[in-house]
């Protein structure tokens, strides 16, 4: 089924009603006093943005202004697709594919569509799995599927030449795309990119004082902050029950990664983002029951043989807007995945680039397509 079929979201008002009471009969827990964030989400500030939730957030108002998005689905090896396309009255635009990250969804690009679209025809997409695009109907959905799927929704779109930008899991989407279609992709611009080194101690030679904290960074994501990656390449369907159920459970999964992927000026996750879209994603999660299908894509991507393989490089221009306090991309493990042809480092902004600082990401966005 190759049917582009227009989309509205429009959720009954008994699953709101339901979300509502669901948050206000929370059987709260206990926690050790003093430890703040450092064994997950504190219990006073989770209450807190519950309560928000349940008696002062306006999922209409939010479903509105997501709506004044011309969106889309289709179907692709049996899985919807759903899609925000909004077309540029420049006629030269160049369309582009945007891919989120988990948690995130399409919503994490709000704040951007509109004005990338003077430049742009823009497709934002919600990944397999998660959010309007779930929940996932097969097993098998790895970075190389996907990335298949996203090159099959761009051709039915009628577009022979585009560029995608993607962060964090997107990217490697966007990375991969390239790798698969360099023949339609023009260029990938990402950020929250994480790289890897390969294992040869050459290639620590020489790397500068900030890319040995970004080194350390990672070391220390990997030793304190694997929970959720473990949890979810290993069990997601044991972690679906809690999450599914409790949209407390659900919350404190979500908001724990933008605490701890934001720009970490910011002492709560409403500091970096507009708490109000954090809240708008979480309930599209919540109310496609999404938990456990996004989940999922952590274990086909550990279950995958070919995804920690060598790869072939991508010979399609790569553009990098590195947030410097909070990424961990160093330049010469991302030149082994696709030539890097522009580079940036930001001094403000975290994984979530396009909610946190959406001028900043506008404009690389802007200028690395301008210079190919």
Do not use: C
Not at 188 to 205: C, I, K, L, R
Not at 247 to 254: D, E, F, M, N, T
Request: charged fraction near 25%.
């Amino acid at each position: 089924m190759s049917e582009i079929r227009p989309f509205r979201i429009e959720i009954p008002q008994a699953d709101v009603d339901d979300l509502r009471d669901r948050l206000r009969r929370t059987r709260w827990g206990s926690e050790i006093p003093g430890q703040g964030w450092s064994r997950g989400v504190p219990v006073d500030y989770l209450r807190q943005l519950a309560t928000y939730w349940a008696e002062e957030f306006d999922w209409r108002k939010q479903e509105a202004r997501l709506n004044d998005l011309a969106q889309f689905t289709t179907e692709i090896d049996g899985q919807t697709i759903h899609f925000a396309h909004v077309r540029s009255a420049n006629p030269d635009a160049v369309p582009l594919l945007l891919l989120h990250d988990w948690p995130a969804s399409f919503v994490v690009f709000a704040k951007v569509i509109e004005e990338l679209s003077k430049d742009f025809h823009v497709v934002a997409a919600d990944v397999p799995g998660v959010g309007l695009s779930g929940p996932l109907t097969s097993a098998g959905w790895t970075t190389s599927k996907i990335a298949s799927a996203f090159v099959e929704l761009m051709a039915r779109l009628g577009y022979d030449r585009y560029g995608v930008q993607g962060q964090g899991g997107g990217a490697w989407d966007a990375v991969e795309m390239g790798r698969q279609a360099p023949e339609h992709v023009i260029g990938t611009h990402v950020n929250g990119y994480v790289t890897f080194p390969s294992g040869d101690p050459a290639e620590f030679e020489g790397l500068t004082e900030a890319e040995q904290e970004r080194l350390a960074r990672l070391q220390d994501f990997r030793d304190d902050k694997m929970g959720f990656n473990i949890i979810q390449s290993t069990r997601p369907q044991t972690l679906a029950y809690g999450l599914h159920d409790s949209p407390v459970g659900q919350l404190a999964w979500i908001v724990e990664k933008f605490k701890e992927w934001t720009d970490p000026t910011a002492e709560l996750p409403e500091d970096a983002v507009d708490r109000d879209l954090l809240l708008a994603n979480v309930s599209l999660y919540w109310f496609a029951g999404t938990a456990g299908s996004s989940a999922n894509l952590y274990y086909e991507n550990a279950h995958d043989p070919s995804a920690w393989g060598p790869k072939e490089r991508s010979s399609v221009p790569m553009g990098v807007a590195l947030a410097k306090h909070v990424d961990i991309t160093v330049r010469r493990f991302a030149e082994r995945d696709a030539p890097v042809t522009h580079w940036t480092e930001l001094e403000r902004g975290g994984n979530f680039l396009p909610l946190e600082q959406p001028a900043l990401f506008i404009d690389d966005v802007r200028r690395f397509f301008a210079s190919l």
